[in-house]
């Protein structure tokens, strides 16, 4: 997947593992940083990471997100979601 936003362009590895990932997916994701042309490569799990990809991740400059993190960032979506629909209602019925 590549996610772009102001300029910057992400691209992402995304894995629904039932064992932590290893090293392939950092790879991989690595190799698309040139191809696509982009400024950060992140991996996302539902799971945790291999303590050889956490390794090979932090030397490439790969942000690794596993589900602890993942989890994090869908609530804090979800409280954004619900307060602007909030907002909107209080808009339209005003």
Same mark, same amino acid.
């Given at each position: 997947?590549?996610?772009?936003?102001?300029?910057?362009?992400?691209?992402?590895?995304?894995?629904? #593992?039932?064992?932590?990932?290893? *090293?392939?997916? /950092?790879?991989? !994701?690595?190799?698309?940083?040139?191809? #696509?042309?982009? +400024?950060?490569?992140? !991996? /996302?799990?539902?799971?945790?990471?291999?303590?050889?990809?956490?390794? *090979?991740? $932090? +030397?490439?400059?790969?942000? *690794?997100?596993?589900?602890?993190?993942?989890?994090?960032?869908? *609530?804090?979506?979800?409280?954004?979601? /619900?307060?602007? $629909? $909030?907002?909107?209602?209080?808009?339209? +019925?005003?």
């Amino acid at each position: 997947m590549v996610l772009s936003k102001d300029g910057k362009r992400i691209v992402v590895q995304a894995k629904r #593992y039932s064992k932590n990932v290893g *090293l392939k997916a /950092v790879q991989e !994701v690595r190799g698309a940083v040139s191809h #696509y042309g982009a +400024s950060a490569a992140w !991996v /996302v799990t539902n799971r945790d990471y291999t303590e050889q990809a956490y390794k *090979l991740a $932090k +030397s490439n400059n790969v942000r *690794l997100i596993g589900r602890e993190e993942l989890i994090e960032m869908l *609530l804090q979506m979800r409280e954004k979601m /619900v307060a602007a $629909k $909030k907002a909107n209602n209080a808009k339209t +019925s005003a």
